[in-house]
């Protein structure tokens, strides 16, 4: 990661680019039972090998971050980059949806009572927490290999109102917040750039959470971000320049705010 933005965006600021018609993004190879079955060995699942074949690293120039509510909005953004731009996008809602899949695969052949008609309990936080575990992983290796993040901010990622301390900022998405904390601690540094095409699947990262859950505030660590609001996204794509010499011209007219 190079440089991360704070991205004030809503869909009317982006309702004079056009939809387009055929959709860039594309989807993650659909893994199955076999794939899970086939990296047991012994009675111990192969962490790494799963993690690689369920959520394996993808080529991308930015990476955005958004609330599941703005799915929509975080597909737009992805596809104005690579019409305008020419930049590849990493979705993060499409890979942390991603996790359902996996889960039910695992609780379905480990975590199944077939004599009390239910799941074991025990067994079930175990499948999360370590599912989650690799899902985080991934996510950090993906906003390290990315240039850019962008996070949308919106009515549905960032809350003002009082849950946690008056006039501070919070996120109900413990993936919005984990994503923050990360790029406020990883080095920045140039990358080899190397784009490739959007990434999606289904799902979207806040639906890991049980709905019947209260809900949990997170301070949102946003002060280490750059600025970006709508006007400032609309220059930048229109400034003329393609691929990395966009990505360049992004840096000098929105200085990583530790540079300034």
Not at 201 to 215: C, E, I, N, W
Request: hydrophobic letters at 40%; one cysteine or more; proline letters at 2%.
């Amino acid at each position: 990661m190079y440089q991360a933005f704070n991205f004030t965006v809503n869909d009317e600021s982006l309702a004079a680019y056009p939809e387009s018609p055929v959709s860039i993004v594309s989807e993650f190879k659909v893994q199955s039972r076999e794939s899970l079955l086939a990296n047991l060995k012994n009675g111990v699942l192969d962490a790494a090998a799963l993690e690689k074949d369920w959520f394996g690293e993808v080529e991308a120039d930015v990476f955005i971050s958004h609330s599941h509510a703005d799915l929509d909005l975080a597909n737009k953004v992805a596809l104005i980059l690579e019409n305008e731009l020419g930049l590849k996008s990493f979705v993060d809602s499409h890979v942390w949806g991603y996790a359902d899949d996996l889960l039910n695969i695992i609780d379905k052949e480990f975590c199944w009572k077939e004599s009390r008609k239910m799941f074991d309990y025990q067994s079930r936080n175990r499948s999360t927490s370590n599912v989650h575990l690799m899902l985080s992983t991934a996510l950090t290796k993906m906003i390290d290999k990315c240039e850019v993040v962008l996070f949308l901010n919106t009515e549905n990622s960032i809350s003002s109102e009082n849950y946690v301390k008056e006039g501070e900022e919070t996120t109900g998405s413990p993936w919005i917040y984990s994503e923050l904390i990360t790029t406020k601690f990883l080095r920045k540094e140039k990358r080899n750039r190397v784009g490739n095409e959007n990434y999606s699947t289904k799902g979207a990262m806040d639906s890991v959470l049980a709905k019947s859950f209260p809900r949990v505030s997170y301070k949102a660590h946003l002060s280490h971000l750059t600025p970006m609001d709508a006007e400032d996204f609309h220059k930048w794509c229109g400034q003329g320049r393609m691929g990395n010499a966009a990505l360049d011209f992004l840096y000098d007219y929105l200085p990583d705010v530790g540079n300034r």
